[in-house]
């Protein structure tokens, strides 16, 4: 079972579900001596195994891959044929809405086969015959928390570590239940955490340098899990108008949480759909699916007003260069500011 | 003029207006070490000089005063009406709306007088000829910001140092403009303001233990800024029901944004009147008025449910100790953390 202080370099990539996560993404920051991830969200079984033979294909480090926990019940369905009538003004296709558990059990074979260091949850607690069926293939089992109360469950589950993600993260909140999202800024969630469980925490949320590496280890977490700062690297599959919208770098290109695209709360850089669509219900993955081809089709015409443009609030740092170079600069700045 | 280099530990008292700022508690800060500081706010220009003048004969040492900046222009009364009318069935008087600048110029005459080591604005810039007379004074002048906009403005308008409000933060929201707050967590702040401007950096919000201050400091801030922290010392001025709030130690008892109490978003304890008063108007001063008398009646009462809980994210590790030992033992905790 892979400790965190094994880890060369004290970085974790954000998993990314949702198109940037790319097995040369996962590669590069694994041989840059941090963590690389992979998003087997909305990917079938048969693609996640693909790319996890790509990634294997170019780094024999360790790795991990994210699982999203299986949803909740699904919503009322007048609730998300509400959103769907509101809908019908934007260009593009809907999709049909449907719940569904984003292939867990499938996905939950093919790591137990390939056995990556680590295993993290979104979006909840897995099963406990997942957890065992996990720690029986030798991997790490960690579990996103936003609250310290998820935290305590996640410990109480068995977790062997936790990823502690602040309200400055982009993408999904990834806590425990939708309908009371976590608002804690990071630094108050590590604190938080850390006088209430004894595992170790990789902390999330907004680090897009390496002073703020150097403070999430100073307040106590093991590693820094970083995603915006990744997302303009040529290895990761971020789309052209999510790319040209980060690279305006512009610090009044606010984020905002939102459900518009997904019907889960998440953080993205604000845009007409996001305001347009500011009563979206908590319907996931029911409306993440009745978008996805609108986005497909505004992705297509690089139109970055109505695609999901995830985003941590620290977003204006974000660099263009080699992911690789990216997590060693982070950690050669951590390193000089604590002298270890 | 006092650099933050100067002070013997990098922590700063939050001003902590309405109550708990009191003269013992900032000598208490300032004699461990820190800078301790008196709030002017919802004073008299004479109770601030009887204010300095006590804290003078209990320490030497370099104080802060904090003014709020002159507030904006005066809120619709029509707005300001129905709010009041929304109030008819909370026991207890209410007072008069009124608009008013919270006697800056009385209470500026009195700085300038006094010259205490720093004086730190909220709410806003202070007008040129203020900053002027501050510098002539020899006083440093500090600008509280929640956003990297803000802080470019206070940098080009002649701020000495900047209080980087997070929005962990307890209390009211620092900025310069209640219809447009800040929402960055303290970490992303640090990270867009260090990028932006030259001067040093005050990081506030949600710092309770002295591994938070050790992370502010490795984040790159000039020294950590601790307000809720302080509120359950003997020497703070917090009522009996805030302190019972706080001492429940609770993680679950939330807090959150609100305009409730001061028709200016604020960060509390989230209790009854906040849940039953979630539309309260932008409207300050006139709904602090409104509501003064209902909750001082609510507070002599004991009534937690009807006043104001200011408190930061992590306000359940406040601890119960005098002012001076917390001082000492979160500046203790960073440097063994830093080793510095």
């Known amino acids: 079972v892979l400790a965190l202080s094994q880890l060369e370099i004290p970085i974790v990539q954000a998993p990314l579900a949702g198109g940037p996560s790319t097995p040369a993404l996962a590669a590069a920051v694994c041989e840059a001596g941090g963590l690389g991830f992979l998003a087997a969200g909305y990917r079938t079984a048969g693609e996640l195994a693909a790319q996890i033979a790509e990634l294997r294909s170019r780094t024999d480090r360790p790795y991990g891959v994210n699982l999203f926990a299986p949803a909740g019940p699904p919503a009322d369905p007048a609730v998300v044929e509400r959103y769907r009538a509101s809908l019908q003004g934007e260009a593009g296709p809907l999709g049909e809405p449907r719940h569904d558990d984003d292939a867990f059990e499938e996905k939950l074979a093919v790591v137990a086969a390939e056995r990556p260091a680590v295993v993290s949850l979104t979006f909840g607690l897995p099963p406990a015959p997942a957890l065992a069926g996990l720690r029986d293939a ?63 925490l990789v902390a999330a949320g907004g680090i897009v340098t390496g002073a703020a590496v150097a403070a999430v280890l100073a307040a106590g977490a093991s590693a820094a899990q970083v995603g915006t700062a990744l997302l303009r690297s040529p290895e990761a599959g971020t789309s052209a108008p999510h790319r040209a919208a980060l690279a305006r770098g512009d610090a009044l290109a606010e984020t905002g949480l939102t459900r518009a695209f997904s019907g889960r709360l998440a953080r993205g850089i604000v845009n007409r759909f996001q305001r347009s669509h500011a009563d979206a219900p908590s319907a996931y993955p029911e409306v993440h699916h009745l978008t996805a081809p609108l986005r497909a089709a505004a992705r297509a015409r690089g139109d970055a007003e109505a695609i999901n443009l995830w985003a941590g609030q620290a977003h204006p740092l974000a660099r263009e260069a080699p992911a690789g170079e990216i997590v060693r600069q982070l950690a050669d700045e951590a390193r000089a500011i604590l002298g270890r």
């Open 138 to 200: 030798g991997c790490s089992v960690w579990v996103t928390v936003t609250t310290p109360a998820e935290a305590e469950r996640a410990a109480a589950h068995g977790a062997d570590a936790l990823v502690a993600q602040g309200v400055e993260a982009g993408g999904h909140r990834g806590g425990f239940d939708d309908s009371a999202p976590g608002e804690l800024g990071l630094l108050a969630l590590l604190q938080l955490v850390l006088a209430r469980v004894e595992l170790p």
